[in-house]
C-alpha cells in the first residue's frame, strides 16, 4: 500500500494503533482479555504494589477508568486491590503474571514486526521519536 507524502500524521497514527488492537486482541482471546484491559494489568505488573491513582497517572487516563478496569481484572482472578490507609494497592496474582508475562511476550512480536520495515536504527530512531512526541504532548 502506497500513502501520500502529504497525508497528516494522525491517520498514520490512528493505523498503525488500529493494526496492534487487532493483532492484541487476536493473541488475547485465549486469556480472556482485551486490548484495554492489558496496558492496565501490565503496568500494574510492572510496578507491584502502585496505587490505583498512581497507575491512572502512569496511564494518562481519570480513575475511574482505571477503577473499572481494575474491577474486572479482580474478577478474572488476576489482580488484588488491597486497601492500604487512603489507596488501594494493586498487586498481580500468580494468574496474572503469567498472563502479563504472555501479553509483553506478544507486544515483543509486534515490535520484531515493526522491525522487519527497519533497520535496528530507524527503529531506535522510531522509538525516541515517539516517546518524544508523547513526553512532548503530555
Known sequence: MQFDENIPTSPLVSLLY??????????LKDVSLSSGLYPV????????????EELAKKLHVNESTVTRNLDKLEKKGLIMKTPEKRKKIINVTSKGEKIAQKVLDYDEKWDDMIKESLSD???????????KICEDLL
Not at 488500529?18 to 493473541?27: S, V
Not at 536504527?121 to 516517546?131: P, Q, S, T, V
Request: net charge positive; charged share 35%.
Open 41 to 52: 494489568l501490565i503496568n500494574a505488573y510492572k510496578n507491584e504494589g502502585i496505587s490505583q
Open 18 to 27: 488500529r493494526k496492534q488492537t487487532t493483532y492484541i486482541n487476536g493473541k
Open 121 to 131: 536504527e530507524e527503529f531506535k530512531d522510531f522509538k525516541k521519536l515517539l516517546i
